[in-house]
């Protein structure tokens, strides 16, 4: 059996507060209900996953280390971090791998520190405002890249 590309996903502070974190902005959705559904979805595409969330720039910043050669893909919420975290973007950068950035909301209709992210110009696609199902579009982006097309005879 030839072995599926390990794709990350990596979600940052406070989404393990999901469900009932702000829910006008953010959804009734809880982290444990996305993983699942991630889950399926990766399945479903011929992807294996692993699925991981940290309120700790330290702690994400060295799951992204031990990552690098193994993780063929990252699916990468940085939530806050992704607004002012140099370290997660070149910790994300040394991986050479691409990189999909999700955000449950849409950050350009929000407050203006929002709009800029560390993250955006080094990945290969961003999705914004889709709520959970960004997750499910950037596992499918990656999928397109890593999952070899089945050859039509
Ligand atoms: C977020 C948007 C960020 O601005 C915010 O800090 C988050 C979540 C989103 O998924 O919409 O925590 O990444």
Avoid: K
């Amino acid at each position: 059996m030839t072995s599926r590309p390990l794709v990350a996903v990596l979600n940052g502070p406070n989404l393990n507060l999901l469900g009932t974190r702000q829910p006008e902005i953010y959804g009734r959705t809880t982290l444990a209900d996305i993983e699942r559904r991630c889950r399926v979805v990766a399945q479903e595409l011929g992807l294996d996953i692993e699925f991981r969330q940290s309120n700790h720039e330290g702690v994400l910043v060295e799951h992204i280390q031990e990552l690098r050669g193994a993780a063929a893909g990252f699916v990468v919420n940085a939530a806050a971090y992704t607004h002012t975290s140099v370290a997660v973007r070149d910790a994300l950068a040394a991986c050479d791998a691409p990189l999909v950035e999700v955000h449950l909301s849409n950050v350009y209709a929000r407050e203006p520190f929002r709009h800029h992210s560390y993250l955006s110009d080094i990945a290969l696609a961003v999705i914004t405002g889709c709520g959970p199902l960004g997750y499910e579009f950037a596992l499918s982006a990656l999928a397109h890249r890593l999952v070899p097309a089945p050859t039509l005879s």
